[in-house]
């Protein structure tokens, strides 16, 4: 008779233990932007709802910023970074190849021997890297840090007027673990390949090597086409992510979606039905879109305002390149 190969055992459920992030230390004002782009801070302020964003300073690497993050963040879940057994980082502004950041930071962080991986799916990156976590914690034990980090002016070109005002820079975390209650529920993911060149990487890498004078890739986005798939297929998510948790709009506490536009985020608040009284993030307005930073940051923001509170049950959507997409209810730390 042939051996069987033995599983491990882990928790019955996992929930988020602990939010924490990190914000450059320099402000961004629209008008700072339009003096490179045909734009306004009216303009700006009507179509994104973005007043300022952060912008990283050299000494504020990706594994800094992620650092300082994922330090509040296992000292808000009440645990050591020794208890971390598995480093996940949502990321695409990494510049190099290879080790992933994820390697870094677990090191930085004091989690050693930790393993360590970075997800590139872009602004739904965090979700995707949230909804592994709680896999593992179920199927192995343990504590899991997720981390979306984010240096987006590595890859704007400031001059491109659909791209410029949107984006800044910043870092959260959150750690997963054992729950003797369901705390993280059912991911709804995917993506539509075929609108992969709606946001994506002006040339590719190698193009540097074969034309010495090819311009540093940048970050290109179609910002209409984005506008409408988010608000009219991103919302049918939404409500997948609610349905697959067994919940209704009615359930609901707290909605953080990605913080692409705060329009998006209006129009997909209407169109999923959510009740005046659900908090909604709306960390877009001072911190610009972060990508995969951008649910973490706007969670620890949500929390540390105190118009949501541990305990309350959230919606967490995140949507971009790809065009990717993942969405699950979660209990606040």
């Given at each position: ?89 949502a990321t695409f502004t990494h510049l190099k190849q ?35 976590a709680a896999d593992a914690v179920r199927s192995r ?132 039905g959510l009740p005046a009284r659900v908090a909604v ?53």
């Amino acid at each position: 008779m042939k051996a069987e190969i033995a599983e491990s055992a882990g928790a019955r459920h996992a929930r988020i233990l602990g939010v924490g992030s990190y914000r450059p230390r320099r402000i961004v004002g629209n008008d700072e932007v339009c003096a490179h782009i045909d734009s306004t801070d009216e303009w700006i302020r009507s179509r994104t709802g973005i007043v300022t964003r952060r912008w990283a300073a050299p000494d504020e690497t990706l594994g800094v910023m992620a650092e300082q993050a994922a330090s509040k963040a296992v000292a808000a879940a009440g645990i050591t970074p020794a208890d971390i057994g598995l480093v996940i980082a949502a990321t695409f502004t990494h510049l190099k190849q290879t080790p992933a950041i994820a390697t870094e930071i677990g090191h930085r962080i004091g989690a050693a021997g930790a393993a360590g991986f970075d997800i590139s799916a872009g602004c739904a990156g965090f979700v995707h890297g949230l909804a592994l976590a709680a896999d593992a914690v179920r199927s192995r034990g343990g504590h899991v840090l997720v981390v979306g980090v984010e240096r987006m002016t590595d890859i704007l070109d400031l001059t491109d007027r659909s791209t410029a005002f949107i984006f800044g820079d910043g870092a959260g975390a959150c750690v997963v673990g054992p729950s003797d209650t369901p705390g993280i529920g059912p991911v709804v993911w995917g993506a539509d390949g075929s609108q992969a060149d709606a946001i994506t990487q002006s040339v590719p890498w190698d193009a540097l090597r074969t034309d010495p004078q090819q311009p540093f890739p940048a970050l290109r986005q179609e910002g209409q086409r984005v506008f409408r798939w988010a608000v009219y297929e991103v919302s049918k998510v939404a409500v997948r992510g609610l349905e697959a948790a067994g919940l209704t709009v009615d359930d609901l506490d707290a909605f953080v979606p990605h913080q692409a536009n705060e329009r998006i985020i209006d129009a997909m608040t209407r169109s999923i039905g959510l009740p005046a009284r659900v908090a909604v993030a709306k960390d877009i307005v001072t911190t610009g879109n972060t990508s995969g930073a951008s649910i973490p940051l706007a969670m620890d923001a949500l929390l540390a305002s105190g118009k949501a509170v541990s305990g309350d049950t959230a919606l967490l959507v995140g949507y971009g390149s790809g065009l990717s997409y993942a969405a699950l209810v979660a209990a606040l730390p």
